[in-house]
């Protein structure tokens, strides 16, 4: 038994993945420069861009049909909360409060078959994020951000 689980397990490991049906490109214009601080430090920003490039191909995977491609430039990032260096044990700590939403300006363009279906450049924003409840129980990175973008996607992609 064990045997054969540790034999499919490698047959899977070693097997090329499916490709994708859908495509997300993602590019970050100047993202040293973006509204959030976090971005200035490199470490920081290759850290947050990894997070945000894995959860832009799972938002195409779920919601793009099969033949379409969907390029996304992403202008600015402000991520949610702010740091407040005045208080003494928590200069570290993002402060998350109602003044303080997240917010991505992005442009985008959806092809289908290599026809222009749609173009835009927008500001998301979720100026009511500290309302949503499973974003905040959530212990994911990012994750007021991830919901602000999953319902974007959803509204302007879905099927």
Do not use: C
Request: proline residues 5%; without cysteine.
């Amino acid at each position: 038994m064990i045997r054969s689980t540790l034999v499919l397990a490698f047959i899977f490991a070693v097997m090329p993945s499916a490709p994708s049906l859908a495509d997300v490109r993602v590019t970050y214009v100047s993202p040293e420069s973006y509204r959030d601080r976090d971005f200035r430090s490199t470490r920081k920003r290759a850290s947050i861009l990894t997070e945000f490039d894995r959860y832009f191909e799972q938002l195409g995977e779920r919601y793009l049909g099969k033949g379409q491609v969907l390029k996304v430039e992403i202008l600015d990032i402000d991520l949610a909360g702010r740091y407040e260096p005045w208080q003494p044990r928590f200069y570290d700590v993002r402060i998350l409060r109602g003044t303080t939403p997240p917010r991505i300006k992005l442009r985008y363009e959806l092809r289908y078959k290599g026809k222009k279906v749609s173009e835009g450049e927008e500001t998301i924003s979720d100026l009511n994020y500290l309302m949503n409840t499973p974003a905040r129980l959530s212990s994911k990175r990012f994750a007021y951000e991830k919901h602000m973008l999953r319902h974007w996607f959803r509204k302007r992609f879905s099927s």
